[in-house]
């Protein structure tokens, strides 16, 4: 009897969670590309809008595996050689978020910095391009 | 390299070993025949077999899904892991479900072995095409094994000491404890791949314990510890916490179970 329970009990877990992963609903995120380049980022440094949650795309171009790791971002993927690897960050609060490649963490460094950007500003997404230097696409 | 190393395989192999000493204490001396040097050596040569197959298709695995394929099925992984381990808490009673707690053990120590272990192949595959020096890998190993070796005997025997003299049930709740951690690790999959929604962390305790530190990192491992929890993540923290606790207490799951009246 308890067999069969539990049998029901994962049955009903099962669909719960498959009715959980039916509800992804993926909003157009503004993307930022990062490269990765003989154990180097490039840009080293990414400026992103406070409180806004965007993606990043990592491009390894190197013929070695890599880790992206991140402790202030809570986030880390291993991105495969000469392929790209997609994460999503923030929603962030203003400041710097620190970032690194976990199997040279010496010399693959960079940081991710969150800046507020008021509607009277009016910074647009090109010129917050030529700030950083990085590819942008929306 | 050296200390890279040493930190990458603590990273992978310390959640491994802590599940090892856990499995062991749910197992009574009753049931001690499931440790024969035959059933060892049949667990260890699956649970290698499932670290190569999971690392020679892992490529393949993060293309899947719009580049949403490791975190899909590592998060599986990670929940099943949680909900054997809620099972297991649950049939506690020593003598009873001999053959289903073995079943349950084996499936979390094989998914939190590939899972795991996977990841430090990766970093010595990487190692390998580099053509760094053999030495550092080696000793690297060799220390963070010793360390790990030397936690979980420690870690063991605390346990055994707590259930005998402190609480009887300390053990199934460290077992919990692990269970929630992977839950945890689970939802942040999510959660980097746009799954679940990323809310505004509730506190930031990175001052007090940093995630970035050796105490850190264990108590992730031992606890889900985080630094900056969102409140979806305290909310399944402290369900996935409460709801195994108050099943076990139910009194129509005792009667369930093992025909217990009350």
Known sequence: MIKNHLKGCSVFLLINLLFLFSFIVEAKRTEYHLALKKHLFYPAKIIIPANKKVKLVIHNHDKSVEKFDSFDLNREKVIFPMQKSIIFIGPLSVGEYHFFGEYHPNNTRGKIVVVEIKSNQAISSNALNQKQGSLHVN | ????????????????FIIISLLLLRFTSASKSLFTYKNIFIISSLAIAFVFLLNQYMERISQ???????????????????????FLFLLNNENRFINVKKILALVIFLLVFSLNGSYFILYLTSYWTQSLPFESLFIGIILAVGICISFAILFYFLLQYSDA???????????????????????????????????????????????????????RVLLGYETTPSVMQLIIYLTAF??????????????LAYGEKS
Do not use: R
């Open chain 2, 64 to 86: 899947l899904f719009d580049g949403k394929g490791t975190e899909l099925i590592f998060s599986l992984g990670l929940i099943l892991i949680y909900f054997c381990s809620a």
């Open chain 2, 165 to 219: 003299h402190i609480h009887i049930k300390t053990s199934c709740y460290f077992l919990l404890f692990f269970a929630l951690g992977q839950l945890m690790q689970s939802i942040a999959l999510l959660q980097q791949v746009d799954i679940l929604p990323l809310n505004d962390s509730l506190w930031n305790s990175t001052n007090f314990i940093a995630e970035n530190t050796e105490l850190g990192q264990l108590l």
């Open chain 2, 242 to 255: 409460i709801v195994p606790i108050f099943i076990s207490k139910s009194q129509y799951f005792a009667w």
């Open chain 2, 1 to 16: 390299m050296l200390i890279n190393t040493v930190l990458l395989f603590l990273q992978s192999a310390l959640p491994m």
